[in-house]
């Protein structure tokens, strides 16, 4: 569990679900982690075939579509502690918890453009 962070107090945020599931991969390995399912400003949804070590930070990638990076939008690197895995309810896919550690405001900001551009319109979820 992360640092304080309580079950009762774990979701003060709406937790937003996508419309596109972003590609997520660990930019000191260039291993594909699993697709971005969720997002919101502290943290995402992981969804994929590997249970990422619980407490242990990495530097992932969130890579933006094709047709957006033609156009001059960049990728998203941010650091993200793995707070959580679980089986996913379509199996054989596991879920991960990442929250995201010392945000720039450059990415805060990218991440909120990021929840503006994918996020369902009336999808959101309370976690």
């Not at 971005?36 to 969804?47: Q, Y």
């Not at 089986?87 to 450059?106: A, C, K, V």
Request: charge should be negative; aromatic fraction near 6%; hydrophobic fraction near 45%.
């Amino acid at each position: 569990m992360a640092e304080g962070l309580l079950l009762s107090d774990k979701r003060e945020l709406v937790r937003r679900e996508l419309i596109y599931y972003l590609r997520v991969t660990d930019l000191l390995n260039s291993q594909e982690l699993g697709r971005m399912v969720d997002i919101h400003a502290k943290g995402l949804l992981l969804m994929g075939n590997t249970a990422l070590t619980i407490g242990r930070d990495y530097l992932i990638n969130l890579e933006l579509p094709k047709a957006l990076r033609e156009q001059g939008a960049a990728n998203i690197a941010i650091k993200a502690r793995a707070i959580w895995c679980r089986p996913s309810l379509t199996q054989p896919y596991l879920e991960n918890g990442l929250m995201f550690i010392d945000p720039t405001i450059e990415t805060q900001e990218a991440i909120e453009n990021l929840i503006q551009i994918f996020a369902l319109p009336d999808g959101t979820m309370k976690f």
